[in-house]
């Protein structure tokens, strides 16, 4: 069964996001904040991590951050899920390797489809 971390502030698209993997048979694991996400990534060694960008604490591109420049967890693939239009090149020109996007609002089939293709991704 493959982990995920889901780093979400907003409680109804976390909670969402939570039931959707459920059912579809992983184990979530989740966080509130990127710092509370940047902390989780390093206990739960998850085969994925689903973030949000704006987030209170410490923002998402700071979090993938301080997640690709470790060497325990940059090979981590990232998903980032955001409803903020720029923000797809900031991340490619600020992150290497492994961050995928999937912009909001978002429906559950599209959300499984990217979940499953970048763990099979990972498993080649």
Known sequence: ?????IIEDEKS???????I??????TV?????????LLMSKTTTPDLIITDIAMPVLN???MIRQIKDDFRLKN??????TAQNKIENEIINKQ?????????PFNVNTLKMKVDEILKLRKN
């Open 1 to 5: 069964m493959k982990n995920i971390l």
């Open 13 to 19: 698209v976390r909670e969402n996001i939570v039931d």
């Open 21 to 26: 993997l459920e059912i579809s048979g992983y």
């Open 29 to 37: 694991f989740i966080a509130n904040n990127g710092k509370q996400g």
């Open 60 to 62: 998402g591109l700071e």
């Open 76 to 81: 981590i693939p990232i998903l980032v899920i």
């Open 96 to 104: 290497s390797g492994n961050i995928s996007l999937l912009m909001k």
